[in-house]
């Protein structure tokens, strides 16, 4: 396989660290051709100059994306102020904005802070997001930008560590933890906004998905030489709550059935058989514990 290092699959999940210029969903191809099957999929879509934590799950592990906590995230980025762009970011047309080389840091953190906590933010125009059946990037690129609602996001930090000054331009070194769902090039474009000279993204590295690190994440060339696989158990207990069950307990829940609540735990949690076995993802509703997804026949 081209000199490509194939795996027999296995459940489980791998963490990757994309290259820019990569699509997630070329991300994903490449995967099935390391791993050997094509039941693979990815939690959380990066954008192709994007880096970093791209979570991948094999087999019975594609079944966990949909219920991955992943709702916390961290970014580093550079901001480009001084310009703006269609997309948000380098990869889109850029017009020129205001002169910023004059902005001192302390200006850039106090226009940062008004787009930290609970915010409404409008998604870029070029976005998977649909209107009326189709993308939002199809409609911008038929010339027919939507107008999208502003959306609900949660930015817990937006950090700027550094700025350096570019001719006219300022490019802004940041550090984001927020929500899933939020756009850093939205935030990029805002913060662009709220200092009147325009601003787009020109580096965005992803460095965590919930507990997903990039300390842990391995390049696809090392993947090439062997998949490193997190075990399917691994990967539950790592990303929900634990649930012990009994014998008669996982019997039941591996055939549908539900369980007694323990009143502990409002999202997912990974309920596992005396034999380390993970039987199913459950959530407590009424006093019940009812299975999202049961990984055990």
């Not at 100059?49 to 019975?60: D, R």
């Not at 649909?130 to 990037?137: D, E, I, M, T």
């Not at 930008?145 to 490019?171: E, K, N």
Request: aromatic share 4%; with cysteine.
């Amino acid at each position: 396989m081209s000199g490509e290092a194939r795996a027999s699959a296995r459940s489980g999940l791998i963490v990757v660290d994309k290259p820019a210029g990569m699509t997630s969903h070329d991300v994903v191809a490449r995967i099935r051709r390391l791993a050997g099957t094509r039941r693979v999929g990815h939690a959380g879509t990066l954008d192709p100059m994007a880096t970093g934590v791209l979570v991948i799950g094999l087999e019975k592990a594609t079944r966990l994306l949909g219920h991955l906590t992943l709702t916390d995230k961290e970014y580093l980025a550079t901001i480009r102020l001084g310009q703006s762009s269609d997309t948000g970011d380098a990869e889109g047309t850029i017009t020129p904005g205001g002169r910023a080389s004059g902005l001192s840091i302390e200006a850039v953190r106090a226009a940062a802070a008004l787009l930290t906590g609970e915010i409404q933010q409008v998604p870029p125009a070029v976005s998977a997001i649909k209107v009326g059946g189709r993308r939002s990037y199809q409609l911008a690129r038929e010339g027919s930008p939507p107008v999208l609602a502003p959306r609900r996001v949660t930015v817990w930090s937006f950090a700027v560590l550094a700025v350096r000054p570019a001719g006219d331009l300022l490019d802004a070194s940041v550090a984001v933890r927020c929500s899933s769902g939020t756009y850093i090039r939205a935030l990029a474009r805002d913060l662009g906004d709220a200092l009147g000279v325009g601003g787009h993204l020109t580096m965005l590295r992803r460095t965590r998905v919930g507990p997903y690190e990039l300390s842990a994440a391995r390049g696809l060339d090392q993947l090439a030489a062997g998949l490193a696989v997190l075990p399917l158990e691994d990967a539950a207990a790592a990303a929900f709550p634990v649930r012990r069950l009994s014998d008669a307990e996982a019997r039941s829940l591996s055939h549908g059935g539900r369980l007694t609540g323990l009143g502990r735990h409002a999202g997912p949690v990974a309920a596992f058989g005396p034999d380390g076995a993970l039987i199913a993802l459950v959530q407590e509703k009424d006093g019940q514990a009812r299975p999202l997804a049961v990984f055990v026949p």
